[in-house]
């Protein structure tokens, strides 16, 4: 399996920007019981949890990204795309792609790291004033 991000730019406060990650070796699908999500580290920081979204479409955000990033799938479900919008400075990251399969067995478990198998190499978001 093979996850590639890539959209990362640097942005002014207020911005937007859509990230993809394309997969391969991995069909996401509503057959398939899976997760997809993405993921940021700021320097400094750990890794947290965005935004995640399960084989049925359910989708879960991060309180700090509500009403401003959307996660989504393309028509081949070989895209991941995560859209921002509004975006502040402390969006500013690298943001991963990470999978799974089968689901988390807790909803609740969606947006933790340790949970997923399978990631990208990252791509970098900056977002200046």
């Known amino acids: 399996v093979r996850l590639v991000e890539s959209g990362g730019d640097s942005v002014q406060s207020g911005g937007s920007l859509r990230l993809s990650c394309e997969t391969s070796?991995?069909?996401?699908?509503?057959?398939?019981?899976?997760?997809m999500a993405w993921f940021r580290q700021a320097p400094g920081k750990d890794r947290e949890g965005v935004a995640a979204?399960?084989?049925?479409?359910?989708?879960t955000y991060a309180d700090s990204v509500k009403g401003r990033f959307t996660i989504s799938r393309d028509g081949t479900n070989k895209i991941l795309y995560l859209e921002m919008t509004s975006l502040k400075t402390e969006d500013t990251a690298i943001y991963y792609c990470?999978?799974?399969?089968?689901?988390?067995?807790?909803?609740?478990?969606?947006?933790?790291?340790?949970?997923?198998?399978?990631w990208g190499r990252g791509t970098q978001v900056t977002v200046s004033t």
């Open positions: 070796g991995f069909t996401y699908n509503r057959g398939t019981s899976s997760n």
């Open positions: 979204i399960n084989n049925d479409d359910e989708t």
């Open positions: 990470a999978g799974r399969f089968p689901r988390v067995l807790s909803p609740g478990w969606v947006l933790r790291a340790d949970e997923y198998v399978f």
